[in-house]
């Protein structure tokens, strides 16, 4: 079982960057692809970023292509995501989730998801 924690959201103005950050307390990390996902106000929750097990693999949602990169370091049971060139739209709240298996941008097959972290936006 993984215990998912986000870290690293905030308020900041378009066109800067935020890293975040989703430590996993489970010692079987690596056996997860990762996603990031995120959740605008009176909005769904809505697919971002996901990364294989061995981090081969990443995908992301059209609107983040070329200015969000998702990675992961095994040996700190972490996964990031590098946000740059950040616009108001990307305000939410993100999550980090886990599943064992191939990565995928579906919400509903992961199995563990973190409590969230702000990232507001300012035009």
């Known amino acids: 079982q993984e215990h998912l924690v986000e870290s690293g959201g905030g308020l900041v103005q378009a066109g800067d960057s935020l890293r975040l950050s989703c430590a996993a307390s489970?010692?079987?990390?690596?056996?997860?692809?990762m996603g990031w996902f995120r959740q605008a106000p009176g909005k769904e929750r809505e697919f971002v970023a996901v990364?294989?097990?061995?981090?081969?693999?990443?995908d992301y949602t059209d609107s983040v292509k070329g200015r969000f990169t998702i990675s992961r370091d095994n040996a700190k049971n972490t996964v990031y995501l590098q946000m740059n060139s950040l616009k108001p739209e990307d305000t939410a709240v993100y999550y980090c989730?886990?599943?064992?298996?191939?990565?995928?941008?579906?919400?509903?097959?992961?199995?563990?998801w973190g409590q969230g972290t702000q990232v507001t936006v300012s035009s």
């Open positions: 989730a886990a599943r064992q298996g191939v990565t995928t941008a579906i919400l509903n097959e992961y199995d563990y």
């Open positions: 489970g010692r079987t990390f690596a056996n997860y692809a």
């Open positions: 990364i294989s097990r061995r981090g081969g693999v990443t």
